[in-house]
């Protein structure tokens, strides 16, 4: 059976409320949640791990100190027999996937945000993955959010563009 990964990114939270329904669920069906940082408030963090997964995040950018005490600026984490390494800000974008490469030589995916901007780019089985932000798309189309099956060595990312109308503040569908 294999292990369901949630991973998201930049959310950017004063409040954990403020998190959409789809990606609470989304987190609840997982095994493991990885957040990229930049999830702004000790308050998010705790509301991030009151919904019962395990958590492991880093800090970024624009976390209040409190968050940046607590947690780490980049960490390893293996999941079955694939390592992922997570940080916040992955550099310029030319060059990014060998640059990675190199500074995580035994990670099989680095995840991470900062852009808000989703993608997932593998070569050679080293995949880089940012989830973008479930909750500031600034210019990405879409809300975002990723998912991670693993099994065993293997592992399979997945984009998931989160429902328009299950967002915080968004206006009821018509009909």
Do not use: W
């Not at 059976?1 to 991973?7: F, K």
């Not at 959310?11 to 989304?26: I, K, M, N, Y």
């Amino acid at each position: 059976m294999a292990t369901r990964v949630a991973i998201l990114a930049d959310t950017h939270l004063r409040e954990p409320s403020g998190l959409p329904a789809q990606v609470a669920d989304l987190i609840r069906g997982a095994d493991l949640a990885i957040h990229a940082g930049d999830m702004s408030t000790v308050k998010t963090l705790e509301g991030l791990k009151a919904l019962g997964t395990p958590l492991r995040a880093v800090c970024g950018n624009v976390d209040e100190p409190a968050v940046a005490a607590r947690l780490p600026e980049e960490l390893i984490i293996a999941v079955e027999q694939v390592a992922f390494a997570v940080i916040h800000d992955s550099g310029p974008s030319k060059g990014r996937l060998d640059r990675l490469r190199a500074g995580f030589p035994r990670a099989d995916v680095v995840v991470f945000g900062h852009s808000h901007m989703p993608l997932h780019e593998t070569e050679d089985g080293f995949h880089i993955f940012n989830p973008g932000s479930p909750t500031q798309r600034r210019r990405a189309p879409h809300h975002t959010m990723g998912i991670a099956e693993v099994g065993g060595r293997s592992v399979e990312l997945e984009l998931i563009t989160l429902d328009p109308y299950q967002e915080r503040g968004s206006p009821q569908r018509r009909r």
